[in-house]
Nanobody, 124 residues
């Protein structure tokens, strides 16, 4: 059973940085795609970043490209989202997700497992 636990959210001023972590205590993230999504009040959940199952492909939403980095540790036990140059419009609940496939896709409905989410708030 997949159980994703996110951590690292919080309150930060614009221009600051945060690092989110996602871990599944019972497994590694080998050979499966891992993604980060976010949802602000009202709008639909949107794709932020993804890492392919091979570990060689990284994908980003245009709104975060150049500011966010998705990565795993060497053991592939933890997935990170390093967020820099944060903006107030980055404020949202951030979710970690896993697919039963190695390819990253951007539609939330195509992801099979979700964490509980962690709040990120960026003040002006």
């Amino acid at each position: 059973q997949v159980q994703l636990v996110e951590s690292g959210g919080g309150l930060v001023q614009a221009g600051g940085s945060l690092r989110l972590s996602c871990v599944d205590p019972g497994r590694t993230f080998s050979n499966v795609a891992v993604g980060w999504f976010r949802q602000a009040p009202g709008p639909e959940r949107e794709f932020v970043a993804g890492l392919s199952g091979s570990g060689s492909g990284t994908y980003y939403a245009d709104s975060v490209k150049g500011r966010f980095i998705v990565s795993t540790d060497n053991a592939k036990n933890t997935v990170y989202l390093q967020m820099s140059s944060l903006k107030p419009e980055d404020t949202a609940v951030y979710y970690c997700a896993v697919r039963n496939a190695a390819v990253v896709v951007r539609e939330p409905r195509d992801w099979h497992y979700w964490g509980q989410g962690t709040q990120v708030t960026v003040s002006p």
